[in-house]
C-alpha cells in the first residue's frame, strides 16, 4: 500500500537530500516548505519530491496543510532535519496498513548520549507521563515520527497550528477509542538547530502550546 510522507520543512537544505534519497520504496515525500530562504523546495523538488507552500507559521500549520495535501490512505509525519532515518519508516507504518494499530509513534532511541540532551530528555519524560495519565496510552515519547490513516486523522478536527499539534493529535486520537503503540526508531544528530527546542525561546513556547492541548 502507498504511503504519503509529510515532512515539514524550513531551511533544511543541508538534510533533505539525505531523506529524499533514503525513502523506501512506495513511500511519497509531501515537503512542506514554511518559508525556507536556503532553497530547500527547490532541493526538494530535484529529488522527486511534491512541494507544496505553508504561508502560515508554526509546525502543527505545515503538518495540517501536508495532511490536506496528501492522497494516500496511510499518511506519515516525520521532521526534515536527518535526526530519523527514513529506512526506518517501515516500523510506523506497517503496523497500520496492516490495520493493527490506528495511530503509531516512534519512539526515539539517541544512537550516544550527545544527541539528546539531558533537559530536553528530562522534559520530555514528563510529558509523557502526562500523556499517559490524560489518555491511557502506553507511550514514552511523543515521537516526530507517527502513521496514522489520512481520513481519521482528518477526522478528528486538529485545531494546533503550533508545536502542540503532535501531541493534540495523540490526545484526540486516545478520546475517539484509537488504538496507539510505539516503536523504537534511532534518533540520529540533527543537520542544523532545532526550530522548536534549539532555543530557550522555542523550548518554552513549546512548553506552552503543549499545557495548553492537555489543559482543554
Not at 512541494?51 to 496543510?65: L, N, S, T
Not at 528530562?122 to 490524560?134: D, H, K, P, Q, T
Amino acid at each position: 500500500m502507498p504511503v504519503d510522507l509529510v515532512l515539514p520543512c524550513l531551511n533544511e537544505a543541508a538534510a533533505l537530500p539525505w531523506i529524499l534519497e533514503r525513502l523506501p520504496p512506495g513511500v511519497r515525500p509531501i515537503v512542506v516548505d514554511n518559508g525556507s530562504t536556503d532553497g530547500s523546495p527547490e532541493i526538494a523538488a530535484t529529488h522527486g519530491a511534491v512541494v507544496i507552500p505553508c504561508e502560515i507559521k508554526g509546525y502543527g500549520a505545515a503538518c495540517h496543510a501536508g495532511l490536506e495535501a496528501a492522497e494516500a490512505e496511510v499518511v506519515a509525519f516525520m521532521d526534515a532535519d536527518a535526526s530519523l532515518d527514513p529506512l526506518q519508516l517501515v516500523r510506523v507504518t506497517a503496523p497500520v496498513v496492516s490495520g493493527r494499530y490506528d495511530l503509531m509513534v516512534g519512539r526515539r532511541r539517541p544512537v550516544s548520549r550527545e544527541v539528546w540532551p539531558w533537559h530536553l530528555r528530562l522534559a520530555n519524560a514528563e510529558l509523557s507521563r502526562r500523556i499517559r495519565r490524560r489518555t491511557g496510552a502506553i507511550l514514552h515519547d511523543l515521537g516526530p515520527m507517527r502513521a496514522a490513516r489520512r481520513t481519521a486523522l482528518l477526522e478528528l478536527g486538529l485545531r494546533d497550528r503550533r508545536s502542540g499539534y503532535p501531541l493534540e493529535t495523540v490526545v484526540r486520537a486516545a478520546d475517539a477509542g484509537w488504538r496507539i503503540a510505539e516503536v523504537d526508531v534511532d534518533y540520529l544528530p540533527r543537520s542544523g538547530r532545532s526550530k522548536v527546542t534549539g532555543t530557550p525561546l522555542g523550548a518554552a513556547r513549546a512548553v506552552l502550546d503543549m499545557s495548553k492541548v492537555l489543559a482543554r
